[in-house]
């Protein structure tokens, strides 16, 4: 009886040894949410490693003019706006009221039945803004420096929205309350949107603070190049 | 059977018409001359073998990583007139700076025409200047209604750049000002104002070819 003890003790030992051996490699080769297929990878996906392809294609093609992109990072949570292949302004995403199973959507609509990365902004709509620089100054600066007053100032916007084509909009907004332009037509744009929604609208919403949000507002001109980074 | 029909299925057919006409009237129509198929990523060649694939994602992976700067860089932002000295990941430098106003001037006599835009794209730092002088443009001279100077020392002011200037090319500056207030405003012809501070920190830390990204 006593050596059937001694012998389970010895045994013991290597079997817990190679259960955490064997948990530590099982847990070292689950992919993190999120993550996606690399040429490193140990778990190949040939299917993510084609769309991963068109995605480093395209980003590679968009480097080589000398105008500015918007990269929708959903794989790294993140917004992007990138000169040449290199970051510019980035703004990691809070995504607000938005489930995993909506970012896949949105990349799914975005990338369509041709599974194209690539989109020009169609519309940007702005609900609410305020200025950033007092009125009554910037007719002083105006006066003195002889530039229209309209030119010099810097609208903060309190939410707007940029669309690309299919209804594949990104809703941003900020901790500031701005001045709605039209009361009506944001009401009517958000019904749209409600309508839209349960036929399949595809819509994230992200909050920025103010001084990112102007950039980005500014920055997205319409026809602006957009990348997805698809959520996997 | 009339009443289901008029109380339930006439409502109805209503409702769907009114929500088909809704959407209908507020669809926005995507504007023209916005070309949809920017980059073609239909047609890859994407091999179906495990090992060529991985290869060819490796080298896509490469030259994506080539084309960003090893050492920091310079970024300008012009939308909300900030400056940054940074790499992708950390930003060494966050300061407000003003940039070019983008309005227009007409030479009324000669019709020659300025646009005081800061110029957008990925340039480089060419030089840097203790103490520089302003060599006064034709259009300063135009925009206050006064006569073109014959003489080049007419042309020279030396107080208004700041401690430094580094030029990025095409006549274009990052300098100082000694309208501190107004950092923040687009009211530059095109060069990029600094506060004394930071230009001093920026000078510092920025070595001669070093890239400028400006969107």
């Keep these: ?232 | 059977m009339k009443k289901v029909f008029f109380f339930v299925i006439v409502p109805l057919v209503f409702l769907v018409g009114v929500l088909v006409v809704f959407m209908a009237i507020t669809r926005e129509k995507p504007p023209e001359g916005i070309k949809l198929a920017l980059v073609d990523t239909v047609a890859t060649n994407f091999p179906k073998d495990e090992k060529l694939a991985r290869k060819e994602l490796g080298n896509a992976e490469k030259s994506l990583l080539k084309l960003k700067p090893v050492k920091p860089y310079i970024v300008i932002d012009t939308h909300a007139n900030r400056i940054y000295y940074r790499t992708e990941d950390s930003i060494y430098l966050d300061a407000v700076c003003s940039t070019g106003s983008g309005s227009e001037l007409i030479d009324s006599v000669t019709k020659r025409k300025w646009v005081f835009n800061t110029p957008r794209g990925v340039f480089k730092i060419h030089n840097k200047i203790k103490d520089p002088w302003w060599r006064k443009p034709d259009w300063e001279f135009i925009a206050n209604s006064e006569p073109i100077p014959k003489n080049e020392s007419d042309r020279m002011d030396g107080n208004v750049m700041g401690d430094f200037a580094m030029g990025f090319g095409d006549g274009f500056f990052i300098h100082g000002t000694i309208y501190e207030r107004l950092l923040g405003i687009n009211v530059t012809h095109g060069c990029v104002r600094l506060g004394t501070e930071d230009l001093h920190k920026l000078v510092e830390l920025t070595p001669i070819g070093t890239s400028v990204y400006i969107f």
Excluded at chain 1, 22 to 36: E, N, R
Excluded at chain 1, 61 to 80: M, P, T
Excluded at chain 1, 86 to 108: C, D, G, Q, R
Excluded at chain 1, 175 to 191: L, R
């Design chain 1, 1 to 232: 009886m006593q050596s059937m003890m001694t012998s389970a003790r010895r045994l013991s030992g290597p079997i817990v040894g190679v259960l955490t051996v064997s948990l530590l490699v099982s847990c070292a080769g689950k992919k993190q949410p999120g993550a996606t297929t690399t040429s490193t990878d140990k778990q190949w996906d040939q299917q993510q490693a084609e769309i991963q392809y068109r995605v480093l294609q395209a980003e590679l093609k968009l480097a080589k003019s000398n105008q500015a992109y918007l990269v929708l990072d959903f794989q790294r949570n993140q917004l992007e706006i990138k000169l040449q292949g290199t970051t510019v302004w980035n703004y990691p995403m809070t995504i607000e009221k938005t489930e995993a199973s909506e970012l896949h959507e949105f990349s799914e609509r975005f990338m369509g039945s041709q599974q194209n990365v690539v989109r020009p902004l169609l519309f940007k709509y702005l609900f609410a803004a305020s200025s950033r620089t007092p009125d009554s100054i910037l007719a002083i600066v105006s006066g003195a420096t002889m530039f229209p007053s309209e030119l010099l100032q810097r609208t903060i916007p309190e939410r707007f929205q940029l669309k690309w084509s299919d209804d594949i909009v990104l809703d941003i907004r900020t901790d500031i309350v701005g001045k709605p332009g039209s009361k009506w037509k944001n009401t009517m744009v958000d019904i749209r949107q409600a309508i839209a929604g349960h036929l399949g609208d595809a819509l994230v919403s992200v909050k920025m603070p103010k001084d990112n949000a102007i950039t980005l507002y500014r920055a997205a001109v319409i026809g602006l190049p957009t990348l997805i980074y698809p959520a996997s």
